[in-house]
């Protein structure tokens, strides 16, 4: 009989897409030896970039903390669980008694394909009412989510690439940052077909560019120009839907006169491309049957970020590109990713932000900490999360956090945030829990992959899962209901068959069964749940409010509606199908079912966006004072990047240091040679860097890669430091106007040879 380890199904977790793969783990059950793409995978069918290949060096990172730990004058100190929870909900406690619920702040709730500590961190929030709270989404997300509430009453923000006559990509490269499925096949696939094309904005000659059959290689920080003359064409052209437009849509000729007020040649002339390009993009997109859009962190880290979202959707809506076959569609997600209500009911407690869809923006919790005011943020939690390297002026946020009364991190790593801790939870990797993540877009048949755990913590590690950590807290500030008992004796008198029932009958006695709701799955169901599942027991909720709303898409799928309980029925489809399954089956069409506006019309006009749009009149200047006469571009996927997933340094085959792109001109203009070293300097900081020179980027424009200046420890237990801390060069007061996103692809710098 073979030893062989059989190979086990999970999924890569180094970007939003969480590709199957199967792995084969070392004897000792730690380490992932062998990686390969999962043909079972509903979504994926055995597609493997080299990003995949690593995990293993996210599994083993240097990093790791094994104990729970407090910090002391003398450095941090191994404590045990039991004094940790303790002391973090006595201290919680008395913050809460003297400032409120409301002085404790929560980042996190979801990494990089990590979302389930979200749900269980929902029940401790709850139990210190706590009702402020953010994560990376409001770094990139909300103000594209707020554009898509106010148009369609729902987040749309996928097209249908597998069917689509023209797939357009704006300030996206999916050849390395993915966010479709089977990434560079499918761009491959529509680059040789005569009968499709591509289209992509960007300042670079990307590698999605370069497949391109329209490259829009605008200058830097201009697409809400390029945008605006494109919608312009199409007005002078004649080349709108109409009929489309007025079957679908309201308020469309009032937003459309607006962009009358354009000359197209001084647009164009802004974003360095002709009208003759511009209109022949228009006349090719006017002519095709079906497109699919996609928009990404190069506008939405960028200028005008809300309104270039808001332009774009003008721009699928007078091509006719929502609900049909090769368009837009609204998925029918496990959860969205963002809130489809279009008001902005709450502020920030002191600089009276909007909070979109329930997220404080990420740059101003700094200033909300450093405030002199009464209402501003005590206390901090901070889950999945590494704000102290992710936010704009890092150095801002660990000033703040060093502010705070107290701060707890729950995480794998030590990271630059749980540096700066007061305590720090460790939690199990997602290779050695249930985990899954909330981001599956696809359309019309929709899969959701929970994982399953593949491998053991460390030897003599005192790691917990985040439903452990969660439930722990509950009852420690003494809000785990009382019927959690009674669920569990009705269980193990009845058995698991009967959960549901017993499970409703305990939360009509107590309200508050359903607003501790996963920490109390977590202590009944999840302790008879096989194979170390526990963690997914949070899923049980989730599974029964889709089967509420989609239970014809689950019946297509196979989940029979005459079934006792359809929703309990998919939740143990969930936990049996390790590769994944699709649990939605969809018509072309059933994206109008998900409009949250009045009558499944599509409202074009969003006042205060139309009223911005005369900021376009005004030139943008392509130098900048006290010598910042270039324009960086900071966080660029490259191809051995993922955000700070990874923190062990070893991963990256290529481009180790993360060079710094520039032109040949100017690098000929500053006497640089490949691999030059030059301090690159912005009004917030400076780095030293080498250098890459390269025709791919426009003169005027820089680039470094995300995923580096991160403080690693060596196998030997020394720390160096691998690239540029981009966020030491970023400044958070540069924000979108309306959601406070950071303009991370538009930072003013200057270069001095070294």
């Known amino acids: 009989m073979s030893n062989t380890p059989p190979w086990k199904a999970t999924a890569c977790v180094l970007c939003e897409n969480n590709c199957g793969i199967e792995v084969k783990v070392s ?37 790791r903390i094994l104990f729970p730990l407090k910090k002391t004058a003398s450095g941090f100190v191994r404590i045990s669980w039991e004094t940790a929870i303790s002391e973090i ?27 389930l500590p979200g749900e269980y961190a929902s029940a401790t929030l709850a139990a210190l009412q706590a009702k402020f709270r953010t994560n990376s989404l409001a770094q990139e997300k909300t103000g594209e989510g707020w554009v898509s509430a106010q148009m369609f009453g729902a987040y749309v923000q996928r097209g249908d690439f597998e069917n689509c006559e023209i797939a357009v990509f704006l300030g996206k490269n ?124 190069g506008v939405q880290m960028n200028r005008h970020s809300t309104l270039v979202s808001y332009l774009h959707r003008i721009l699928w809506l ?184 017993i499970f409703e009958e305990a939360a009509s006695k107590n309200p508050k069964i359903n607003l501790y709701a996963s920490v109390v799955l977590y202590r009944t169901l999840g302790q008879l749940l096989p194979n170390g599942l526990a963690n997914a027991a949070a899923l049980w909720k989730i599974a029964n409010k889709v089967a509420i709303r989609s239970s014809e898409s689950l019946e297509k799928a196979g989940l029979k509606s005459k079934l006792e309980n359809q929703g309990e029925s998919l939740f143990y489809k969930f ?62 996927r490259r191809a051995y990047t993922a955000n700070c997933v990874i923190r062990n340094k070893n991963w990256r085959r290529k481009d180790k240091n993360g060079l710094l792109k520039i032109n040949n001109q100017d690098a000929e203009k500053l006497a640089l040679k490949n691999d030059s070293e030059v301090i690159i300097e912005t009004e917030s900081g400076s780095a030293v860097v080498s250098v890459e020179i390269t025709d791919k980027i426009q003169s005027g424009h820089i680039s470094l890669p995300n995923g580096l200046g991160m403080d690693n420890k060596d196998e030997d237990g020394a720390v160096s430091r691998l690239g540029v801390a981009l966020n030491e060069l970023t400044n958070s007061k540069h924000r979108d106007p309306f959601a406070g996103t950071p303009q991370h692809k538009f930072i003013p710098a200057k270069i001095t040879p070294l």
């Open 575 to 636: 936990i049996s199908n390790p590769h994944g399954l699709i649990f939605s089956k969809e018509e072309p069409d059933s994206s109008w079912e998900r409009l949250g506006v009045n009558n499944q019309k599509i409202n074009f006009l969003i006042p205060e966006l139309l009223d911005s749009l005369s900021t376009l009149k005004v030139l943008p200047t392509r130098h900048f004072k006290n010598g910042y006469n270039f324009v960086l571009s900071a966080g660029e």
């Open 174 to 297: 999916p050849w390395h940052s993915h966010g479709l499925q089977r990434a560079r096949q499918a761009l491959r696939e529509i680059a040789k077909n005569p009968r499709r094309a591509l289209v992509v904005f960007d300042p670079r000659l990307s590698e999605t560019a370069e497949l391109a059959d329209f490259h829009m290689q605008i200058k830097p920080g201009t697409d809400a120009w390029a945008l605006a003359g494109l919608i312009s064409i199409f007005i002078k052209e004649d080349l709108i839907n109409w009929e489309w437009v007025k079957e679908h849509t309201i308020n469309a000729e009032t937003t459309i006169r607006q962009f009358q007020q354009f000359s197209i040649p001084d647009l164009c002339k802004t974003c360095g491309i002709t009208p003759q390009q511009l209109t022949e993009l228009a006349k090719r997109l006017a002519t095709a049957e079906s497109i699919a859009w996609h928009e990404d962190l």
């Open 89 to 115: 909900a006595q201290k919680f406690s008395c913050i809460k008694k003297d400032y409120g619920g409301e002085a404790i702040f929560y980042y996190g709730g979801g990494g990089q394909g990590n979302h």
């Open 27 to 63: 004897q000792n059950g730690q380490r992932i030896e062998k990686v390969r793409g999962d043909p079972h995978h509903p979504a994926s069918k055995g597609y493997l970039c080299q990003k995949a290949s690593q995990v293993d060096h996210y599994q083993n990172s240097t990093d």
């Open 318 to 501: 007078i091509t006719g590109s929502f609900g049909k076959r090769g368009t837009q569609y609204i998925p029918n997600c496990i959860k969205p990713m963002l809130s489809g209500n279009p008001n902005i009911s709450q502020r920030s407690p002191v600089l009276e932000a909007p909070i979109i869809s329930g997220m404080v923006p990420c740059n101003l919790v700094a200033e909300e900490i450093l405030a002199d005011h009464p209402a501003r943020y005590r206390a901090m939690i901070v889950e999945s999360a590494n704000p102290a390297h992710s936010t704009a002026d890092s150095k801002k946020f660990i000033e703040a956090m060093e502010r705070l009364e107290c701060t707890v991190v729950i995480d794998i790593a030590m990271t630059e945030t749980a540096k700066h801790a007061d305590y720090i939870l460790p939690t199990t990797t997602q290779y050695e829990k249930a985990e899954a993540t909330f981001f599956n877009f696809e359309f019309p048949n929709n899969y959701f992959h929970l994982r399953h755990p593949i491998v053991n913590p460390p030897k003599n590690s005192d790691v917990l899962d985040e439903g452990e950590i969660h439930a722990r807290l509950v009852e420690q500030l003494n809000e785990l209901p009382d019927e959690v008992e009674y669920i569990n004796r009705k269980l193990k008198e009845t058995g698991l068959e009967n959960f549901s029932k």
